[in-house]
């Protein structure tokens, strides 16, 4: 008889009660998984967002930076043993939620979670603060005077569902610059931040009870307008349709920020498609289209492949054909949905009809399957895929000479990845960043963001932040009500 684990998707403050739950049922081969979920209404929000403030105010703001650091640290360091037993029923549930390949799902938490480690949190404050310690106090300026960096008293973050974990990085952010936060999580996927706000709490339940993770159907007003309305900043990740729909809500003036709809792609020089390079190279540019297929904005939809190389750009084609053949065999890609498999059909039978009477264009595909499409063009173009490991292969004559066909898209722009010699690749960083482009990473890292990146070509915690300034001349002058100055 299969045994039957509750899970709850939602985490709020000790002294909060929630009166009514909602339920649905996920089966394992030997375990049914009952999902439970919150009833929320207006009040309930209302009621959340002034206990995380209360909460915030009297424990979170008092904290020292690294103190946070040092607990966010000790929460990250549970999760890199591969028997603790959140880890494990993450591994379990987020498979079955989501659809992806579950050693996929293994592979990629593990990674990603170690970015939060404290030497990377370190990292990413130096890299935007000079003196980490502004967030504590007021620290001396180079130019004279005094200044203090104030976090949100609290952040809305909007999260989407597309990739386990992702949510981590915005609540982390938030953290580290003392705000409490209201998460909003998708159904598609809302366990992992809440599993991560379980981990602060074993470290310190009284900085977890600054967070509120709660799942609920995009767009309900009825719980959106007070958690923007309890909030000194809103974030939000998604579709440009969610951006849009949330910021129509958000009041001129409040803090947000946006992370939407954004494209990647990749490039290939002659150089690593040597003798002995190409193999490498093909097989690490299968990883970056496969790792959750595609559904992560820094996954390559489109790849430029250059002429003069050991092989051809159409064998390129067809040799990542293979590669993600071979890689749908260890890590089959997940299930789709009606629309989503629909709007791969009529993608490949674009392509196909095209195919007839052009030959400069050739379609490779997965049999009996939608699990992967390549399309190969013969000369260098710009369009987004209907993602699901689905890409467009292009072949240029000279890697520079395509940036032509990238640049009108330069608002949808994120990240390129390169292969090609160091002697080329200023002079290509130069020119991507010039036409949008954000990020610029090795092929095969793709989906691995480094902590401190410049995300959407913004900051992370800068952005958040409000500076206080005590001007130069201001100590000087209190002087003069010292009754002790002669």
Not at 34 to 56: C, G, S
Not at 251 to 265: D, R
């Amino acid at each position: 008889m299969d045994k039957n684990i509750e899970v709850k998707v939602y985490r709020v403050p000790n002294t909060v009660v929630i009166d009514q739950e909602g339920e649905e049922r996920i089966q394992s081969e030997d375990t049914v998984f009952v999902i439970k979920y919150p009833i929320l209404h207006r009040e309930d929000i209302h009621r959340m967002a002034k206990e995380v403030q209360n909460n915030r105010e009297n424990y979170l703001f008092t904290l020292s930076i690294n103190e946070i650091v040092e607990k966010i640290d000790l929460a990250v360091q549970k999760w890199l043993d591969p028997d603790y037993p959140l880890r494990q029923l993450a591994e379990k549930v987020i498979p079955l939620m989501t659809g992806y390949d579950a050693e996929m799902v293994r592979l990629e938490l593990k990674r990603y979670i170690r970015t939060f480690r404290k030497k990377e949190l370190l990292r990413f404050l130096d890299e935007e603060f000079d003196q980490p310690a502004i967030l504590d106090e007021f620290r001396p300026r180079k130019t004279g005077g005094m200044s203090r960096a104030y976090g949100p008293s609290t952040i809305f973050h909007v999260f989407s569902g597309n990739v386990p974990g992702v949510q981590i990085w915005s609540l982390v952010m938030g953290l580290l610059v003392k705000s409490a936060a209201i998460g909003k999580t998708s159904m598609s996927e809302p366990l992992f931040p809440v599993l991560f706000v379980q981990s602060l709490a074993e470290v310190d339940e009284k900085l977890a009870d600054s967070v509120a993770i709660l799942p609920w159907k995009g767009g309900t007003a009825e719980l959106e307008e007070p958690a923007i309305q309890s909030s000194e900043a809103v974030i939000v990740y998604g579709s440009q349709e969610t951006v849009e729909k949330v910021r129509s809500q958000v009041p001129a003036g409040k803090k947000f920020l946006s992370y939407g709809h954004k494209i990647s792609f990749a490039m290939i020089g002659r150089e690593a498609l040597s003798p002995d390079q190409y193999y490498t190279t093909i097989h690490n540019l299968a990883k970056d289209i496969c790792v959750y297929d595609q559904q992560s904005c820094l996954t390559p939809q489109s790849v430029y492949v250059e002429e003069g190389g050991a092989i051809n750009p159409v064998q390129v084609a067809e040799m990542l054909a293979a590669e993600l053949e071979r890689y749908n065999l260890k890590h089959p890609r997940g299930k789709v949905s009606n629309e989503e498999a629909m709007a791969i059909h009529k993608f490949r039978n674009r392509y196909q009809l095209q195919a007839f009477d052009n030959d400069n264009i050739s379609l490779y595909t997965s049999t009996g399957n939608t699990s992967w499409t390549v399309v190969f063009h013969d000369e260098a173009g710009f369009e987004g895929s209907t993602l699901n490991r689905s890409v467009h292969v292009y072949a240029v004559a000279r890697l520079e000479d395509s940036l032509s066909s990238i640049k009108p898209f330069r608002s949808f722009l994120q990240s390129c990845g390169l292969a090609l010699s160091p002697h080329r690749l200023f002079k290509m960083a130069d020119l991507l960043g010039s036409i949008g482009v954000n990020r610029i990473c090795s092929i095969g890292s793709m989906n691995h963001a480094k902590s401190g990146w410049h995300h959407d070509g913004g900051f992370n915690l800068i952005d958040l932040v409000k500076i206080t300034d005590i001007e130069r001349d201001v100590e000087q002058y209190m002087e003069h009500y010292d009754p002790d100055v002669e």
